[in-house]
């Protein structure tokens, strides 16, 4: 079964503030991902990674960023937090190292607030 | 420009019956597809997938069925039940990309 943790779930901070999203998978998955995720809209890739020390961007352009110094761990960071940034977030892995046939395992999602 | 559409943003069915949720896609080089269960605040769980060689794919009360030819898919719930009540996401891939998501229906199923 996927074993895949985001923290915090729930995130409230004032504007201006630096915040880092975790985010790690204990199935040994070299692929993670960060969505983006608004109610009632698509989910948007802002961030990917193929293995350790290698980061992509998706087809949302994001002002946040990522490192994968471990293949566990994903995490996300925002250097100044806006209100424009308030969204759900969502860390995902794969197995795979190409998309044929790709499953995503995703984590419980990041709900950031940003006042 | 959306490449994999779900124009039906809710759904409402009775329970026993059966759910229909439909998705299109424009880009003939995607050769998978999937469906993802959402609840809120919670992130989407896998529930079905179908490869482009096939036209449908059964997993217990969950069939996927694909139309190549108008380049649409559906999944479909029989019988419904409350526990389905939940955000599903189509989500379309190929060897050129990532996954792209549609924006999800919404399906309610009443008791």
């Known amino acids: 079964e996927a074993d895949i943790y985001q923290t915090p779930r729930y995130l409230v901070i004032g504007t201006g503030k630096k915040i880092t999203l975790e985010c790690s998978q204990t199935m040994g998955h070299d692929k993670m991902y960060w969505y983006q995720q608004d109610p009632g809209m698509e989910l948007h890739l802002i961030h990917y990674s193929y293995g350790v020390n290698s980061t992509e961007k998706g087809d949302l352009s994001s002002e946040s960023t990522v490192s994968r110094i471990r293949t566990e761990h994903f995490p996300l960071t925002l250097e100044s937090a806006r209100p424009s940034h308030t969204s759900q977030y969502l860390c995902?892995?794969?197995?795979?190292?190409?998309?044929?046939?790709?499953?995503?395992?995703f984590g419980s999602g990041t709900q950031l607030s940003v006042l | 420009d959306q490449q994999v559409k779900q124009n039906s943003p809710s759904l409402s069915v009775q329970e026993g019956r059966i759910s229909i949720l439909n998705c299109d896609y424009t880009?003939?080089?995607?050769?998978?597809f999937l469906w993802y269960k959402k609840y809120p605040a919670e992130g989407p769980t896998f529930l079905i997938s179908?490869?482009?060689?096939?036209d449908k794919n059964e997993d217990g009360r969950f069939t996927v069925f694909l139309n190549k030819s108008a380049k649409h898919l559906s999944l479909h719930i029989v019988p419904s039940q409350p526990g389905d009540s939940a955000v599903y996401f189509c989500a379309a891939g190929g060897s050129q990309g990532n996954l792209i998501f549609g924006k999800g229906t919404k399906l309610s199923v009443k008791p």
């Open positions: 179908i490869s482009s060689i096939k």
């Open positions: 995902a892995s794969s197995q795979g190292l190409t998309t044929l046939n790709e499953k995503l395992f």
């Open positions: 880009n003939s080089m995607f050769d998978y």
